[in-house]
């Protein structure tokens, strides 16, 4: 099994539920193909370098989890059909993971990373 | 003069390469406020002759910076007032 990041933007317009709603559907659809969440971790709204969809600014969530190949393409292609996120980029972090060693892990890191990224930007 | 660029010479400082000195630093996509640091105004990469990094930091930190601008982390460029131009017609 290889390890993935996925980040993705979300409509900054939308409410808290329809974000949760987003990331719920992603996650499951892991799950479905026999993949493991470590950790999902929500940036929430940030200023866009640049202009996507018209949008200067967007809700940032990154997922990262375990799985074969195939659950790579096919989250891709769910993203790419979402109308609610505007981008996305997958990048492989480890080969040859264990799911069980990552799942205690993943806690840990949850609390360094906020740490790194929690810069939500200010609603003007 | 052939004195001058003897003068030049002697203020040369030899760079070292920020990511070898503190292993602490780390080169990660998402974090485009370490990365913005070695783009220039416009959102180019600095080459490693001016940064001073070593090969290696460099390659890595390129393909990081190239992430983050896939995210919109980091800009492609800054030629804002042109598009607004453009835009306008």
Redesign the interface.
Known sequence: MKRYET?Y?VNPNLDADSVKEVTVKFSDLIKRLKGYIVRVNEWGK?K???E?KRFDR?Y?V?LDFCGLPGVVQELERGLKLDDRVL???T?KIGEDVDPKDLIGKGQEKEDKAEE??GEPVEEK | MAFDNRDRRVFIKHKICRFCGDPSLKIDYKEPGTLAVFTSERGKIIPRRISGNCARHQRVLALAIKRARKIALLPFTTAKTKMKEYREF
């Open positions: 980040t933007i940030r866009l370098a640049y996507v967007g940032y990154v981008l996305y980029l990048v790194n990224h």
